[in-house]
Nanobody
Framework: QVTLAEFGGGWVHVGGSLRLSCVAS????????VGWFRQAPGKERDFVAA????????SYEPSVKGRFTTSADNAKNTVYLEMNSLKPEDTAVYYC?????????????????WGQGTQVTVSS
């Protein structure tokens, strides 16, 4: 079993930055990749980015590529999502999720474990 917890959400002005952390505990040796998803009010949960747990591979949704960066620090059992040049449309609850299969995925249903989410609000 793996438990995930997100930290770092909050309120920020347009153009600002935030860094989210996803801390994993439990059987972390079973994690192959971690994904980030977000859900805006009244909308479905969408893929944002994914990173290989041991590092070296990443994937991004086109609207965040060049603005968001995800990375993994195995020593701390933590994955980060650095978000820059934030826009009002980035406002959402952000979730991290862990996948045991050996791949990156943008599909919500592929993930085995989920965190509770953290709110990010970008205000103009």
């Amino acid at each position: 079993q793996v438990t995930l917890a997100e930290f770092g959400g909050g309120w920020v002005h347009v153009g600002g930055s935030l860094r989210l952390s996803c801390v994993a505990s439990g059987r972390t040796d079973g994690i192959w990749s971690v994904g980030w998803f977000r859900q805006a009010p009244g909308k479905e949960r969408d893929f944002v980015a994914a990173v290989k747990w041991s590092g070296g591979l990443t994937s991004y949704e086109p609207s965040v590529k060049g603005r968001f960066t995800t990375s993994a620090d195995n020593a701390k059992n933590t994955v980060y999502l650095e978000m820059n040049s934030l826009k009002p449309e980035d406002t959402a609850v952000y979730y991290c999720a862990a996948l045991r299969d050996s791949r990156l995925s943008g599909r919500e249903g592929d993930y085995d474990y989920w965190g509770q989410g953290t709110q990010v609000t970008v205000s103009s």
